[in-house]
Each structure stands twice: as C-alpha cells, then as structure tokens.
C-alpha cells in the first residue's frame, strides 16, 4: 500500500522516513503544488487537517506532522507558529534569540502531532510527542533542522543538532510520537 508523507519540510521527511524504514508501506511525496493552510488551533488539528487533505486528494494513506517549539518565557510562542516566525531556518532562530533576551528561564519544549488518514481523509490513527529542553544563547552543532542547532537537552548535554541522528530520532518529540504510532501502524492492513 502507498502512504503519502503530507510534507514539505525536507528535514520532517528525512526523519519521518527513517521511522517507516521496513514496513510494509511504499512511501511517496506529496505532490509540491499540493498545500494545505494550517488553520487549526492545536498541533493534533493541523496534523490531521493535513493528513485528511493530502489523503482525499491524492486518494491514498496520507501522514502528517505538525510540530513546533515552544518557550516558556514567551508564553509558548513560536508554538503553532513555528514555521511562520521568520523566512528561513537562520531568520527564524536569530528572532527568537532576540525575543529572549537576556531572560534567565530558558525552558522550552518541542511539541509533535501526527496523524495518519485513509484515503476517505478519514483519521486513522493520530499521537503527540513532547522533548523538554532549553534555549541556548547560540547555535551550536551542525545535524538536524530548524530550530535544532538552539535547543538544547540537558539530559544528553547536546542539542539537538550535536546529536547522532538515531539518538535524536530516539528522544525527540517526533520520535516519541512515532513510537506511539507504529505499533499501531503495522496493525493497520
Ligand atoms: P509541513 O507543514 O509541510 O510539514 P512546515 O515546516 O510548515 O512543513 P510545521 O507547520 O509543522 O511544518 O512547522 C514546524 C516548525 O517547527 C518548522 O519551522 C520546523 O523547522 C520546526 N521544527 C519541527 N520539528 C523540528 C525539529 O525536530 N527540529 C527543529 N525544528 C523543528
């Protein structure tokens, strides 16, 4: 069976790939002219507006994620909007900085939802992962995307972008929605 992954975020699709490796679904892109407006308020919402449009459309399975970062001392922003903070990876973390500051609680959390649709846009399967972290001053480390190179996690003492991309793939927010998906994943035939 064909799985549509409903992204246009290259780094997303890397790392959601590497999650499906070895089942028994034939993973195809999303057709790129082929967006769909986020207009939900929770990453649960857009994650299956997402799924549910790209799957009626297409007319196969669809998943998507929605994510975003989220920082205490900005009382949750970027949040939602994560991907709409700046024009690019660069600009996006330099604002945040920014709006940070000098500010002493530099607690942040990564938030993922995924879902899964039928080729109906019927929800089939969704799940939420969450990785508590902090704000860094600056950028440090090479790997990963968006906001990674920032986001720090003191239990590995590495951010994100330090990281190996399994040990990432292992404790992130996406990885830790993913784990709760894909037993169920397999069960869907
Ligand atoms: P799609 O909607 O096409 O999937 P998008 O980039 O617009 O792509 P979102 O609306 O979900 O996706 O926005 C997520 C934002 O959070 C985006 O700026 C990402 O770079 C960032 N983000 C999500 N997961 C991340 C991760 O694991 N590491 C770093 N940044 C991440």
Redesign the pocket.
């Known amino acids: 069976k064909k799985l549509i992954v409903?992204?246009?975020?290259p780094?997303?699709?890397n790392?959601i790939q590497e999650y499906l490796v070895g089942l028994d679904w034939q993973l195809e892109l999303?057709p790129a002219e082929l967006?769909?407006e986020?207009t939900g308020t929770t990453?649960i919402e857009?994650?299956c507006l997402?799924a549910s449009q790209v799957a009626q459309a297409v007319g196969e399975w669809a998943i998507?994620?929605?994510?975003?970062?989220a920082v205490d001392a900005l009382g949750g922003a970027?949040g939602?909007?994560?991907?709409?903070?700046g024009k690019s990876?660069q600009d996006?973390i330099a604002r945040l900085l920014t709006e940070l500051g000098e500010q002493q609680n530099r607690k942040a959390q990564?938030i993922?939802a995924i879902a899964i649709a039928g080729p109906d846009g019927v929800i089939a399967l969704q799940a939420e992962g969450i990785?508590p972290g902090e704000i860094l001053d600056a950028p440090c480390g090479k790997g990963?995307?968006?906001?990674?190179p920032i986001?720090y996690v003191p239990q590995m003492q590495q951010t994100?972008?330090q990281m190996p991309p399994e040990v990432?793939q292992r404790i992130?927010?996406?990885g830790r929605a993913m784990n709760q998906l894909l037993p169920q994943l397999r069960q869907l035939k």
């Open positions: 409903a992204t246009g975020n780094g997303k699709l790392e999303k967006e769909i986020e990453f857009n994650a997402k998507a994620d929605d994510s975003g970062l970027p939602l909007y994560s991907a709409r903070y990876d996006r990564f993922c990785c990963g995307f968006g906001y990674d986001f994100f972008a990432k992130s927010h996406r």
